[in-house]
């Protein structure tokens, strides 16, 4: 059994509830998501907007229930958590540290809530652990009564970082945790999530759109394509040689600092389809090059080839 | 013949309560027919400044001056409302970051972009030569779209849209600030493909801002790399990315990991420190305090831009020294071309 387990995961939000004006619709953000994290790993989560991403990441965090199947972390399902247990050993980085901070509340207040919220320690010792916290993300401890407006980005993230692990949480859920920093900023906060990964053993989530950024960071990674996964193994493995058609277009994508002018021809066509009304079959099969009659009409399930797993009727061959 | 947009010396001022801010100190930039410029630099660099300046687009309280800012042979430094007018939008047009906001949300696409090209470009304000851009910018179903509100596409059909108004204007220079950041990586890359295409079919100049090096690799001719305000090496796209020499340059290439070449979970290079609060007049090297490589000389006084026998301009002391060829790290240069 690994640490955190999502079993057949399915998310459907209804939309326009009660209007007298709309038709209630439905939209499934996750239809049918499988996958294993172990402990200690740190798994990548891509995939264009409205693929199900951050939805995954808030019912791994709990704060949102799963329609169907189930969330486990250590073998027990995450509902059956109560809300402290849970934030004890989950913990979250969301994108944007100008809107994840309360604007009223110091930088020590805001690294030491959680630990008063969990009632732990006396106001000694969690001062001590709000300056330790403080030192291992890298905040000059002259910022301890400032508040989040005089902090830059780099710093406000920081202290998102340090109010997320001072609880000493088992899992960091990540989504997007560089997009909203400049590139000099970002560089810092990934050095300092792998060191602390490191130190902690911390299994994280890390969601973003910055493959670069993935790659550097993950163990394994997950690509997902409207709520669903499909391709998943160890990061070499997929970067190296993608067998999905839409993670090779992802891969292609990606534009790299190097010389040399040129940018990439994808062959995607189409838009991205709407998660209201998804396509039949394999959702991929209006963009991809590949769709043959049997794309349109089934859709095909994850099974391990060549040292991972993909969900692709046309797998490519090189 | 002269460049297309000539800016020489452009300084802006704004004056508040703790002091008179600098946040351009005397830029440089030229563009020509058919070329891009990208300007890269950290947030609070002066990037968007600058292109709000070239428009005419400043706030209000901020004070501008410079040796010159002409586009295409005229000159663009105190223009009255009404030559403005003639020239912004027709023939110097501006790409947003963020077409939700650029938009109308109450006037649907078709009816907001014939306002505009009926302005300027009265002959194709027909919905015909609308549609028929639209196609040409790769939009399916064009005349379903024109009917539709902003909020009913998605952010690379309205990039797309607004990429196409821009276009329907005929300029000759597009400045486009951000035109992708807000996009997924494979809409990003469709997008400059339309730009790079359409540049190369229509000889548009055009002049990116951006903070991503990897969009600049993939379009850019010339690149400007500006900081705190000022332009600090500028020059062919290539030689830049390829061996960097200002300290600045180099530290952004080190932040950014690249699969194959940096290693797994390494400790990528970062710049320590914020971009400084632009108050008042430089006395020092303005990267001096974020400079690893900086010396007692560099706390004396500004530093000058100086050439390079390849076309390009840095402002280090450094390199005016002649010692900067050995700041490179030796891997970056070995990249076959």
């Known amino acids: 059994m690994s640490f955190v387990a999502v079993r057949d995961v399915e998310r459907s939000y209804m939309l326009n509830p009660g209007s007298p004006f709309r038709k209630p619709a439905v939209l499934k953000a996750l239809r049918g998501v499988a996958l294993d994290i172990e402990e200690g790993e740190i798994l990548g989560l891509v995939g264009e907007s409205g693929c199900g991403k951050s939805t ?14 189930e969330v486990t972390v250590g073998g027990r399902p995450i509902s059956a958590f109560a809300p402290r247990e849970r934030a004890k050993l989950i913990q979250p980085v969301f994108q944007d540290p100008y809107s994840s901070l309360n604007p009223r509340m110091t930088v020590s207040a805001a690294i030491a809530a959680p630990l008063e919220i969990q009632g732990m320690g006396t106001a000694r010792s969690r001062a001590a652990a709000v300056e330790r916290m403080m030192e291992g993300v890298g905040l000059p401890r002259y910022l301890a009564h400032a508040y989040p407006v005089q902090l830059s980005g780099g710093q406000r993230q920081r202290v998102a970082i340090a109010r997320a692990l001072i609880g000493e949480p088992k899992i960091l859920v990540c989504d997007e945790p560089t997009s909203a920093l400049d590139v000099s900023v970002q560089s810092q906060i990934l050095n300092l999530l792998i060191e602390l990964h490191r130190e902690f053993r911390l299994t994280m989530v890390l969601i973003s759109h910055n493959l670069a950024v993935v790659r550097h960071l993950a163990d394994r990674v997950a690509v997902m394509y409207l709520g669903r996964v499909v391709e998943i193994g160890e990061t070499d493995v997929i970067f190296n040689r993608p067998r999905h058609p839409y993670t090779r277009e992802l891969l292609r994508a990606m534009l790299l ?8 021809e994808l062959s995607l066509s189409a838009e991205f389809p709407s998660p209201v009304n998804p396509p039949p079959g394999c959702a991929f099969h209006p963009r991809c090059a590949f769709a043959s009659a049997a794309c349109k009409s089934q859709a095909p399930a ?16 090189e | 013949m002269a460049p297309l947009l000539d800016v020489r010396g452009l300084k802006i001022s704004i004056p508040t309560h703790g002091g008179l801010l600098n946040p351009v100190r005397g830029v440089d ?22 292109a709000q300046a070239i428009l005419g687009l400043l706030p209000r309280n901020a004070r501008l001056s410079a040796e010159r800012v002409a586009f295409d042979g005229q000159s663009l430094i105190g223009l009255p409302i009404r030559q403005w007018r003639k020239i912004r939008g027709r023939r110097i047009a501006m790409i947003f970051q963020d077409p939700m906001t650029a ?4 006037y649907r696409m078709g009816d907001q972009m014939a306002e505009i090209v009926r302005w300027h470009r009265p002959a194709s304000a027909n919905p015909r030569a609308i549609a028929d851009m639209l196609a040409r910018v790769g939009i399916s179903a064009p005349d379903e779209r024109l009917g539709q509100y902003p909020h009913q596409l998605s952010g690379g ?4 849209m607004m990429i196409a108004t821009a276009l329907l204007c005929q300029p000759d220079l597009i400045i486009a600030d951000e035109p992708t950041t807000a996009l997924d990586v494979t809409i990003q890359a469709q997008i400059l493909k339309l730009l790079a295409d359409l540049q190369a079919e229509t000889s548009v100049g055009l002049v990116l801002i951006t903070h991503d090096l990897g969009v600049v690799a993939g379009i850019a001719d010339r690149i400007a790399v500006m900081y705190g305000g000022e332009v600090v090496e500028a020059g062919a796209a290539e030689a830049i990315l390829g061996a960097p020499r200002h300290p600045y ?23 320590p420190g914020v971009v400084p609060r632009p108050l008042g007049e430089l006395t020092a090297c303005n990267f001096l305090e974020r400079c690893a490589r900086a010396e007692a000389v560099c706390r004396q006084r500004p530093v000058a831009l100086s050439g390079l026998p390849d076309g390009r ?15 490179h790290e030796p891997g970056r240069e070995a990249q076959p071309a």
């Open chain 2, 249 to 271: 340059t180099q530290g952004l290439l080190d932040c950014i990991p690249t699969p194959g070449e940096t290693g797994r979970r390494a400790a990528l290079g970062y710049i």
């Open chain 2, 29 to 50: 930039l030229s563009v020509d027919r058919g070329e891009t410029l990208a300007i890269v630099g950290e947030s609070g660099c002066g990037k968007s400044m600058t």
């Open chain 2, 103 to 106: 938009f109308d949300p109450c």
């Open chain 1, 56 to 69: 995954l990441a808030r019912l791994l965090l709990g704060i949102e229930a799963p329609s169907e199947g």
């Open chain 1, 257 to 264: 600092p190097k010389k040399g002018k040129g940018l990439p």
């Open chain 2, 313 to 327: 301009a840095v402002r280090c002391r450094l390199v005016a020294d002649g010692r900067a060829l050995a700041i």
């Open chain 1, 302 to 317: 994850l099974a391990p080839i060549d040292g991972r797993e993909i969900a692709c009727h046309h797998p490519l061959m």
């Open chain 2, 157 to 160: 059909l309205r990039q797309r």
